[in-house]
């Protein structure tokens, strides 16, 4: 199946800082990518789309402006964690689609101490 | 046998057996549907998907079921073995393929036991 990669796979940082992650699509380019969120022994939960070339699209209750995304190609997408709180501590997963189906990348474990 | 409780539901099952994790997903107007396994601390990865138009589809010691009419979605496992133990996710959408968001289902922990 196709490859879609994140960086960092782990992250820890204090409070108050700013976190990015990237996600790409490593064999095949993707003009929307899917942000996710997922905690402990939960189901993944959509945050956000983002969209090459233009605005992501953000799900209900997701602040735009703590979770900045930017689709700076068609291989990479990334997701700013901006002044980071320890409720936002949690696994953050990409997906990209390709064909008829999304792969999701390995995740970043985001830690704010 | 399977338990719900305030964690994940889970399934055990011994090492050669088959395995069935059901889901019953939320929306009648879904098009596609995948099954994906998340190992611990990993993202989750495709195993199979299925079209509406089709309501049983095999792979490689898998096989999903969709039952329209109730709106249930099945995973078998044949040959369990301990390698199959993670989170079983369905997922569902309504923009026919890959192109929309997915909706997860509350995922199924299968333990197999040697």
């Known amino acids: 199946g196709a490859v879609v990669s994140q960086h960092p796979s782990r992250v820890i940082c204090k409070s108050g800082t700013s976190v990015k992650i990237e996600c790409r699509s490593l064999?095949?380019?993707?003009?929307?990518m899917f942000w996710y969120r997922q905690f402990p022994k939960k189901s993944l939960m959509l945050m956000a789309t983002?969209?090459?070339?233009?605005?992501?699209?953000?799900e209900q209750g997701v602040e735009k402006d703590k979770f900045l995304i930017n689709h700076a190609s068609l291989t990479l997408s990334t997701l700013t964690v901006t002044s980071a709180h320890p409720e936002d501590s949690s696994f953050y997963i990409c997906s990209a689609p390709t064909g008829e189906t999304q792969y999701f990348g390995p995740g970043t474990r985001l830690l704010v101490l | 046998g399977e338990s719900v409780g305030l964690h994940l539901p889970t399934l055990s099952v011994q090492e050669g057996d088959n395995s069935i994790i059901n889901c019953a997903y939320s929306n009648s107007a879904s098009d596609y549907f995948i099954w994906y396994k998340q190992e611990s601390g990993k993202g989750p990865q495709f195993i199979i998907d299925i079209r509406s138009n089709m309501d049983k589809r095999q792979g490689q010691r898998v096989t999903v079921l969709l039952n329209k009419t109730v709106k249930h979605l099945s995973l078998q496992i044949a040959a369990t073995q301990p390698g199959d133990s993670a989170v079983y996710f369905c997922?569902?959408?309504?923009?026919?393929?890959?192109?929309?968001?997915?909706?997860f289902g509350k995922g199924t922990k299968l333990s197999v036991k040697p």
């Open positions: 983002s969209n090459e070339g233009s605005k992501a699209t953000y």
């Open positions: 064999d095949f380019q993707a003009t929307t």
């Open positions: 997922a569902e959408t309504n923009y026919g393929g890959s192109q929309g968001n997915l909706i």
